[in-house]
């Protein structure tokens, strides 16, 4: 009974023991985890947020800047349309017909462009033609599926070659890009004429990932850039 | 429906062209290009498929607007293709999806409205005698088709759909991949008798690749491959 008594007290003791030296650890340990957890959730939220934010502002900004061209396309459409219904303009005259060829190949590219925010590589390549086309050239920019996440560089390799191509251009320039998850290929064709290769050639291979195909037949001068995974 | 049910195209007349356009400019435009071509003629013009079907029911090929009055018109199209009527597809929606559903749907060919100059002469032809003809931008929404049931092409058949694509010259595209310019057209031409096999079956469809194999783009074993593949594909919505 004595003994009984003695081992009851002792247990006592020991879960009293247990309890005071773990009580605190257990504690901290489940606050701080709890913290954590806490922490990592606001954290993926406001990532969240942000990058819904940074989306909206993309989006945003390219719906600004297509507004923009919008207007300044019809704005030119509207103007030789109006000369034509007028007569002030003679469709046979080449300089009208060059108006109109750009007028209804920059808003053949406005209606194509049908992604809210455009991929970093479309969006370099369309600026590169809105530049062309700035300075007088018709451009088709035709996209097929929309290309993945791309590292810098390799978007670099597949734009730089066609950026340089489009500012040597002459009368017309057809760009197109052809996307899939596993494979980007980017082409630029411009008719041929006298004087050097383009200054986009040639372009060093960055570790073989990126493909630069270069050639001209004295009909045609061909770009092509491609990556596969 | 099959395709002994299209009307046969009579050698020495000229291939009779209804157009279905709802701007009467675009009508007189298309006008314009067909009648630099003495083997076609215009019977009937109008902006309801129906009504200008009435007006010139013999006619060998239709050309239509894919967006009638604000409205896509697939749905007539498929109706158009599966009572045996060729239709060429011609529409400012060149986006690929809207091709690719045009194909499925049953009509022949397809032309992006600023193609119209240049391949529209070739393209009714070729409709009228149940022979493909692929304009760049369809060739570029059949290399870029993303849906998991899309017709397995061959390697070489997809590098010429895509330099065809992107160069819009055969000739450039034969200097690239070191062939003939009519072994180029041939790999584009497979290339679009094996979309035959995609949707729902269209007598348009059944004549395209009967003429395919009298012709000897396709023999009848491959196709017989390619029926077994596609046996499990569904119909494209």
């Known amino acids: 009974m004595l003994h009984g008594a003695t081992h009851a007290a002792d247990l006592a003791r020991a879960t009293m023991a247990l309890y005071g030296t773990s009580s605190l650890p257990v504690a901290v340990f489940a606050g701080a985890a709890a913290l954590a957890a806490l922490s990592r959730q606001r954290a993926a939220t406001a990532a969240t947020t942000n990058a819904m934010v940074a989306e909206r502002e993309a989006a945003e900004r390219a719906r600004h800047e297509r507004g923009e061209r919008l207007n300044l396309v019809s704005r030119a459409a509207s103007e030789v349309l109006t000369e034509l219904a007028r007569g002030q303009a003679d469709p046979a005259d080449p300089e009208v017909q060059r108006r109109c060829v750009r007028a209804a190949a920059r808003l053949r590219r406005l209606i194509a462009e049908s992604d809210d925010v455009p991929h970093p590589l479309l969006h370099e390549l369309r600026a590169a033609a809105d530049l062309a086309e700035r300075n007088g050239l018709p451009i088709d920019l035709v996209t097929i599926g929309s290309p993945p996440p791309l590292p810098v560089r390799i978007r670099r390799s597949l734009a730089d070659p066609l950026t340089a191509g489009l500012a040597d251009a002459r009368d017309w320039a057809r760009l197109t890009v052809v996307s899939s998850p596993d494979e980007v290929v980017v082409s630029l064709v411009t008719p041929d004429r006298e004087g050097p290769d383009d ?16 050639e001209r037949d004295g009909k045609i001068r061909w770009t092509q850039t491609s990556w596969h995974r | 429906m099959d395709a002994d049910e299209l009307a046969p195209v009579t050698p020495g007349r000229p291939v009779g062209v209804a157009i279905v356009d709802d701007h009467p400019v675009v009508i007189d435009g298309v006008r314009a290009w067909l009648a630099t071509e003495p083997r076609l003629t215009v019977l009937a013009t109008g902006d309801d498929p129906d009504e200008v079907l009435r007006a010139a029911p013999q006619a060998d090929v239709i050309l239509l607007d894919l967006r009638l009055h604000g409205r896509l018109v697939l749905d007539k199209l498929a109706e158009l293709s599966s009572a045996g009527r060729r239709v060429v ?3 400012e929606h060149s986006d690929p999806a809207t091709m690719l559903a ?9 032309l992006a409205k600023h193609e119209g100059r240049e391949h529209c002469v070739a393209t009714v032809l070729d409709a009228a005698s149940d022979r493909p003809y692929v304009a760049p931008a369809l060739a570029g929404a059949m290399v870029g088709d993303p849906r998991p049931d899309r017709p397995v092409l061959s390697d070489k058949e997809r590098e010429a759909l895509l330099l065809w694509f992107q160069s819009m010259s055969k000739a450039s595209v034969a200097r690239r991949m070191r062939i003939s310019e009519h072994t180029v057209k041939q790999y584009v031409d497979r290339a679009r008798i094996k979309y035959t096999r995609a949707g729902r079956p269209a007598a348009t469809k059944a004549a395209l690749l009967a003429r395919a194999i009298e012709d000897g783009l396709v023999r009848p074993e491959e196709i017989g491959i390619y029926r077994s593949r596609a046996s499990t594909d569904r119909p494209t919505p």
């Open chain 2, 102 to 110: 045009a194909l499925d749907a049953g009509a022949v060919a397809f």
């Open chain 2, 89 to 91: 597809v011609y529409s």
């Open chain 1, 199 to 214: 200054p986009g050639h040639p372009v060093q291979d960055d570790d073989g990932q990126v493909e630069h195909l270069y």
